[in-house]
């Protein structure tokens, strides 16, 4: 069970559908395709679970999905 540390101090587990519903809200009023958004859940997903931490901060996913973005030319 992967654990994400919020901006206000609070944790909660690690929800891949939420990633995907914050994607998604960022790029509504754009063309990034579905297939491209869970293509970056994919990465960013695989990224956090391969690590050997169970805790993780929300500001590293960010990150993480800024990169993937990046890599998948959003």
Do not use: P, W, Y
């Amino acid at each position: 069970m992967l654990v994400v540390h919020k901006k206000d101090g609070r944790s909660e587990r690690f929800s891949r559908d939420k990633l995907r519903g914050g994607i998604l809200k960022s790029v509504e009023k754009t063309t990034v395709s579905i297939d491209k958004v869970n293509l970056i859940v994919d990465e960013v997903e695989k990224e956090l679970l391969s690590s050997d931490s169970v805790e993780v901060d929300s500001k590293m996913i960010g990150r993480q999905i800024g990169r993937a973005s990046c890599r998948e030319r959003v």
